[in-house]
């Protein structure tokens, strides 16, 4: 959830966006690197092809399949408007450069870059 916001908040000032919009994420990867760098793709994707942003993302869960994982959410938000919405970077991508995913006890730090 935290990484959606950060990519969210590198685009614009999330606090801004209003949950007009509720959609249902459902991506499978084959392993977790992977899965975050599909989550977070999503998310651009979603802009670029719908022009939605969004500011609230609620995982409902991170399961195994007998292929990898597969991650399940429900995210809100809203159609960018320039007058409302203040542009920040565009992201062309994410990539797997320097991405890192430590757990410790009771967190996980992720870390990823964004290709802008």
């Not at 590198?10 to 992977?34: F, G, H, Q, S």
């Not at 994982?69 to 919405?85: C, N, T």
């Not at 970077?89 to 964004?114: Q, S």
């Amino acid at each position: 959830e935290s990484a959606a916001l950060a990519t969210t908040e590198v685009m614009t000032d999330a606090e801004k966006l209003r949950p007009l919009v509720e959609e249902e994420v459902e991506i499978e990867a084959w392993d977790e690197e992977a899965l975050l760098y599909s989550w977070i793709e999503e998310i651009i994707v979603r802009f670029d092809t719908k022009g939605n942003l969004y500011s609230r993302f609620e995982v409902s869960g991170v399961e195994e399949t007998g292929e990898g994982l597969r991650l399940r959410a429900r995210i809100w938000g809203e159609a960018f408007d320039p007058k409302r919405h203040p542009q920040r970077m565009g992201i062309k991508a994410v990539t797997y450069h320097r991405m890192e995913i430590e757990r410790g006890p009771g967190e996980v730090t992720l870390r990823f870059v964004l290709d802008v």
